[in-house]
């Protein structure tokens, strides 16, 4: 199984980073709770990044969402985001200050199933879109979820520093 890379080209950069510039403007909560955006620092530079990702679903806290790094673990903003976990994020209107938190394989698995189950189209396309090959099994969305190497992890991010029960 591979994974799919980033875009590279200039016009398939620029369609991927397009809606950015509509949170720019102030017009991201036109994308509900499907989008988020998420500002985090760059690894090397120090810089703040910007990046639209995919909702998978909420959190168990309040204010928390999932977000899947499609490109998985060697995308950029997975790599920043483990190693300065500190991040800003903005789903519809409401931005937020937290912490980014990649899950555990079998959780990640888990809860790709259950995206694939609520959105089967959207899922379906992502995955051919990112050069998985799936069957639309609950078991296939898993496997891919759970594969830390060319897989689609998952990330929480949530307001707490630490969102696992004291």
């Known amino acids: 199984m591979r994974t799919a890379s980033p875009a590279r080209?200039?016009?398939?950069?620029?369609?991927?980073?397009?809606?950015?510039?509509v949170y720019r403007c102030g017009l991201g909560g036109l994308f509900g709770r499907r989008?988020?955006?998420l500002t985090h620092v760059g690894r090397r530079t120090g810089r703040p990044r910007q990046v639209v990702l995919e909702v998978v679903g909420p959190g168990a806290d309040p204010g928390s969402w999932v977000v899947a790094s499609g490109y998985g673990p060697r995308a950029a903003w997975?790599?920043?985001v483990l190693a300065h976990?500190?991040?800003s994020y903005q789903v519809g209107w409401r931005?937020?200050?937290?912490?980014?938190r990649p899950l555990p394989a079998a959780e990640s698995g888990r809860l790709l199933a259950g995206y694939a189950a609520r959105r089967p189209r959207t899922a379906a396309a992502l995955m051919r879109l990112l050069d998985h090959d799936v069957d639309g099994s609950p078991e296939a969305y898993e496997r891919i979820g759970a594969d830390g190497?060319?897989?689609?992890?998952?990330v929480l991010l949530t307001t707490r520093p630490d969102p696992?029960?004291?």
């Not at 190497?149 to 998952?154: D, I, K, M, R």
């Open 35 to 37: 989008l988020v955006l």
């Open 164 to 166: 696992a029960p004291a």
């Open 78 to 80: 997975f790599r920043n």
């Open 9 to 21: 080209r200039r016009l398939s950069r620029a369609v991927v980073r397009a809606p950015i510039l």
């Open 95 to 100: 931005r937020r200050d937290g912490w980014a």
């Open 149 to 154: 190497e060319h897989g689609v992890p998952l």
């Open 85 to 87: 976990p500190e991040v």
